[in-house]
């Protein structure tokens, strides 16, 4: 019988990516990127352990989405207090916080707890084509 495979620290080796979210589908972009985050992309993939990359996404703002998702999609918070839900349809998300619309996106289809919370670090999200992480040489990936 064959052990499992668990990687060292030092065989991680974490790259990260540029992801051009422009005339891309939601969903679709956001489960790519999920898994370049997880590394499941990678042959050394564990699911205890995050073995991940980072992911830079660029024009967030320019994200498309299907059907009457615009006017029908809402995003719920709610402070805890009576009458404190907050209902924002994504229509309206998407002019006021677009980064936010992929960032959320991208978390609810990460593990929650800890680790979930580890990996979703090396998300950065930006509204338009501009970035601050030359320094990174980010891989241009087309998703």
């Excluded at 002019?95 to 936010?100: E, G, H």
């Amino acid at each position: 019988m064959n052990k499992t495979f668990v990687p060292k620290k030092d065989q991680i080796k974490r790259n990260w990516y540029l992801v051009d979210a422009k005339d891309k589908i939601l969903g679709r972009l956001a489960s790519k990127v999920a898994v370049l985050l997880r590394g499941k992309h990678k042959a050394i993939f564990t699911p205890h352990m995050d073995t991940g990359d980072g992911v830079i996404v660029i024009n967030a703002s320019r994200v498309r989405v299907t059907g009457r998702k615009p006017k029908q999609k809402v995003y719920r918070r709610f402070s805890g207090y009576p009458g404190g839900l907050r209902e924002v349809p994504l229509e309206v998300m998407l002019k006021k916080k677009p980064q936010k619309v992929v960032a959320l996106a991208v978390t609810r289809m990460l593990p929650s707890g800890p680790q979930g919370r580890d990996i979703i670090k090396r998300l950065k999200v930006y509204a338009d084509d501009k970035h601050p992480h030359k320094a990174q040489n980010p891989v241009v990936l087309e998703v």
